[in-house]
């Protein structure tokens, strides 16, 4: 009885941590979270740093990690032989518990505020390492036929359920039908041309490499596309809101090569945005009234009003025809969207609806098959 409830529980647990995983996952590689609100537990513990492992230099997230280790403990309760599905599981399950425990440990006395997807993952890790030493330690293991809930399944079937759970929370967002453009940023676009309506702070090195992107775009486009700009000064850069009102006070024909200026300048000190406004034909002294005047740092305020009312999150945030992009994106989507947007294409997705079905409708389908093939033929 041990061995029989015990694998299937480590079974479940594992299940739901697959599940935590991919939910944390989605949201580590997004620039905007899907799953997480932005003031959530979960954000700070995103925001902490405690999330991702430093591998040669590069930042990987935690839960990513997760989804290996929890997919290795799902699979060896798949193994038929009992002595060989214990000795693959419990040093899996044990590792993943000592780190569970350890990350538990970390938000509760370090970070000081909870994640509750990573609690079901760590907990989960956890009890799975207490049920798996409980069945190596126990006389009475025996080999266990595939089951879940009570209906047996065929290891085919629920390893395909192991997959299928794993990818739904990582295809949402990427999948999901986006919001309509608000009417606010539609306002903005210009009649007879392809719009780009962009979010930046000139001192934030993701929108400097988002300039890097979309320059060479529309300066191949030739007229085709326009740009619209509304800067963003965040409080952390200080450079950021002088650099910001100088942006509002210089206007066509220069507007651009000073917005190209800012966002590739190693010198964002006063002194040298200044004297490249200068260097454009822009008096010294009406420069200076206009980023020390109330018109720009009310033009300022009003790009940030728009911001929050877009509820976009983080920087930069573009908008090119029905498309809204978060962060900096590879060349292909913003050639896509370009593209998209001069044939007056509208939003492409699926909705909640519509993707719960389709997923629903898949996992009864691996449920039904794996059953019939469990039971042998002539099941019903």
């Given at each position: 009885m041990l061995a029989r409830q015990g694998w299937l529980w480590v079974r479940l647990l594992a299940l739901a941590a697959l599940v935590a995983s991919a939910v944390l996952t989605a949201d580590y590689v997004n620039d905007v979270a899907t799953y997480c609100a932005e003031?959530?537990?979960c954000a700070a513990v995103r925001q902490s740093g405690f999330g991702y492992l430093a591998v040669s230099g590069v930042k990987v997230?935690?839960?990513?990690?997760?989804?290996?280790?929890?997919?290795?403990?799902?699979?060896g309760t798949l193994i038929n032989n009992a002595e060989k599905r214990r000795r693959f599981v419990a040093p899996v399950a044990v590792f993943g518990g000592v780190v569970g425990l350890a990350l538990i440990a970390v938000q509760a006395f370090v970070i000081h505020r909870f994640c509750v997807w990573c609690l079901v993952a760590d907990f989960s890790a956890v009890l799975a390492a207490g049920v798996v030493l409980g069945l190596y330690f126990s006389p009475d293991a025996v080999q266990l036929e595939s089951s879940f809930r009570g209906v047996r399944l065929s290891p085919w079937a629920?390893?395909?359920?192991?997959?299928t759970l794993t990818v739904v929370p990582l295809a949402w967002p990427k999948v999901k039908l986006q919001p309509p453009v608000p009417p606010e940023i539609a306002a903005l676009y210009v009649p007879g041309k392809v719009t780009i309506v962009e979010f930046v702070d000139f001192e934030c090195p993701h929108c400097r490499h988002l300039h890097e992107v979309l320059a060479p775009l529309v300066k191949e486009a030739g007229g085709k596309v326009v740009v619209v700009r509304r800067p963003i000064a965040l409080a952390q850069h200080p450079h950021a809101k002088f650099a910001a009102l100088s942006a509002l006070c210089v206007e066509d024909p220069v507007a651009e090569t000073f917005a190209d200026f800012l966002f590739t300048t190693e010198d964002l000190s006063a002194a040298a945005i200044k004297a490249r406004a200068v260097s454009l034909g822009i008096n010294a002294a009406t420069f200076d009234a206009c980023v020390t005047g109330?018109?720009?740092?009310?033009?300022?305020e009003a790009a940030r009003e728009l911001f929050d009312k877009a509820k976009l999150q983080g920087l930069p945030s573009t908008y090119i025809g029905a498309l809204q992009i978060s962060g900096v994106a590879s060349l292909e989507v913003y050639e896509d969207a370009i593209r998209r947007a001069e044939l007056g294409e509208g939003s492409r997705g699926l909705s909640l609806a519509e993707f719960s079905a389709i997923s629903l409708f898949w996992l009864f389908g691996i449920v039904f098959l794996g059953r019939r093939a469990a039971l042998g033929p002539g099941a019903s």
């Open positions: 003031n959530s537990g997230p935690l839960p990513s990690l997760g989804l290996l280790g929890f997919a290795l403990l799902f699979a629920l390893s395909l359920l192991a997959i109330k018109a720009a740092a009310a033009k300022l």
